[in-house]
């Protein structure tokens, strides 16, 4: 499916809903700014170029759900990731750019990339400041590892293991980081350290991790930095 070319700049909500007999490759016109709720909802793509454009500003909720492209992520100009946007797809890894504000999920069930088994790398870029992320964003996503620098949040509420890797994984929090939410690294089997940069968070909700009650900086099973 190839879009029309330079000039369109916006994909409605549920443009190709459900369009299950959609497959091949979509190609997106660089000029995109808008892809609205649902637009590609459980479409059989088997790749998308750019993924995605850099002139994307706005994606709407479930726009990639069950997206099967394996394949990089780059999201340099949206600052807000909607709930369940990736969710149950195959990305491999993402990269978020410096305007990125909020990260999304609202339960159990409807993180940004609730579930996404293939995902590995998480990089969020240094320029990033005061973004918030929000429940379940990354729960059901065991295969991330190496390093994942929170640094630009300044609050991260949690729910139902909202980052819970089984493979090695640190994870480091910026000085300016004012709350960590419940049940945030619930199921993180493989988290091997945490860093703050800075004072630790005024509040933790107990518990966050194994150990951890409310207002306490003790993590029993897993170094800490300061």
């Known amino acids: 499916l190839t879009l029309p070319g330079e000039g369109l700049v916006e994909i409605s909500n549920g443009a190709f809903h459900m369009c299950t007999s959609l497959t091949g490759i979509l190609n997106l016109p660089t000029?995109?700014?808008?892809?609205?709720?649902?637009?590609?909802?459980?479409?059989?793509?088997?790749?998308?170029?750019?993924?995605?454009?850099?002139t994307l500003i706005s994606l709407g909720q479930r726009a990639f759900y069950m997206l099967k492209v394996k394949k990089d992520l780059r999201l340099?100009?949206?600052?807000?990731?909607?709930?369940?946007?990736?969710?149950?797809?195959?990305?491999?890894?993402?990269?978020?750019?410096?305007?990125?504000?909020t990260l999304r999920g609202d339960n159990w069930d409807r993180g940004a990339f609730r579930n996404c088994a293939n995902l590995?790398?998480?990089?969020?870029?240094?320029?990033?400041?005061?973004?918030?992320?929000?429940?379940?964003v990354f729960a059901g996503c065991p295969n991330i590892t190496g390093t994942v620098d929170f640094s630009g949040f300044k609050s991260l509420t949690g729910g139902y293991g909202a980052f819970g890797p089984s493979k090695p994984v640190k994870v480091i929090f910026g000085g300016a980081v004012t709350k960590i939410g419940n049940s945030f690294f619930s199921s993180a089997s493989g988290l091997t350290s945490i860093e703050f940069k800075g004072k630790p968070p005024t509040t933790f909700e107990a518990p966050i991790y194994k150990g951890?009650?409310?207002?306490q900086t003790g993590y029993t099973d897993v170094p800490v930095a300061y």
Not at 31 to 54: H, M, Q, R, W
Not at 120 to 136: H, K
Not at 212 to 215: E, G, K
């Open 212 to 215: 951890i009650a409310a207002n």
């Open 120 to 136: 590995t790398n998480v990089t969020f870029d240094a320029a990033i400041t005061n973004a918030t992320f929000s429940q379940d």
């Open 76 to 101: 340099l100009n949206t600052p807000t990731i909607d709930t369940q946007t990736f969710a149950e797809s195959d990305v491999t890894s993402v990269y978020f750019g410096p305007v990125l504000k």
């Open 31 to 54: 000029t995109l700014t808008t892809i609205g709720e649902n637009a590609f909802y459980s479409c059989k793509i088997t790749d998308v170029t750019p993924f995605l454009p850099d």
